[in-house]
């Protein structure tokens, strides 16, 4: 799940929502490593029960706080609790333990994403006057196309967060140089739309 629409095993690339865009980075595999151990040896606490000592683990990622991890938690307690409801008898801990990683794992991959939307529309202003509804909109139409460049960048600014939670500094960098090429692409197609 971790690798899952991200990670080509193995092979160092990060890829788009499919793997015909995807992006070499040396040591990525590592770093995919390092935050699966970050799962596998806190694994008894969530088998306890104990989910916001598991979660608390996390803090090491950069840009998760204390605030980031309650909303997770609160987050997994309702999504318990309609599963509770809904069937008593089937609810295992292999699903309770995906949807825990799922809900953690998009976090993460959200704070750096939304960093590099908001570089966007920076660029995008400063290119060309106009508002953020105006950018807002062709960005939500770029969502809807599943354009290549915006699942690349996703990915690549997931890989960032990690690399710098890891002290990958090296990756880190290849990251940001990666994300501005995207980004540069992503916002030539946003003034195109709107001219």
């Known amino acids: 799940m971790i690798n899952q629409q991200f990670y080509k095993e193995g092979r160092d690339l990060i890829i788009g929502r499919t793997p015909e865009v995807a992006v070499k980075i040396s040591n990525s595999?590592?770093?995919v490593r390092k935050f699966k151990d970050l799962f596998n040896q806190n694994l008894d606490l969530f088998l306890e029960g104990k989910y916001l000592k598991f979660l608390s683990h996390f803090k090491r990622i950069k840009?998760?706080?204390?605030i980031l991890l309650k909303e997770v938690y609160q987050d997994l307690q309702l999504k318990f609790e309609h599963l509770k409801d809904a069937d008593q008898d089937?609810?295992?801990?292999?699903i309770l333990y995906t949807i825990f990683l799922n809900s953690?794992?998009?976090s993460i991959?959200?704070?750096n994403f939304n960093v590099a939307l908001e570089e966007i529309r920076k660029r995008v202003r400063k290119k060309f006057q106009t508002n953020n509804k105006v950018i807002?909109?062709?960005?939500?139409?770029?969502?809807m196309r599943n354009n290549k460049n915006i699942s690349i960048l996703y990915n690549i600014s997931y890989l960032d967060t990690l690399a710098e939670s890891f002290n990958f500094n090296k990756v880190a960098h290849v990251c940001k140089i990666q994300k501005s090429k995207f980004i540069n692409?992503?916002?030539d197609?946003?003034?195109?739309?709107?001219i």
């Open 189 to 194: 197609s946003i003034i195109t739309a709107i």
């Open 63 to 66: 840009g998760v706080d204390e």
């Open 90 to 94: 089937h609810v295992n801990i292999v």
């Open 185 to 187: 692409r992503i916002v």
């Open 29 to 31: 595999g590592q770093i």
């Open 104 to 106: 953690i794992i998009s």
């Open 136 to 143: 807002q909109k062709e960005l939500d139409n770029l969502f």
């Open 109 to 111: 991959r959200d704070i």
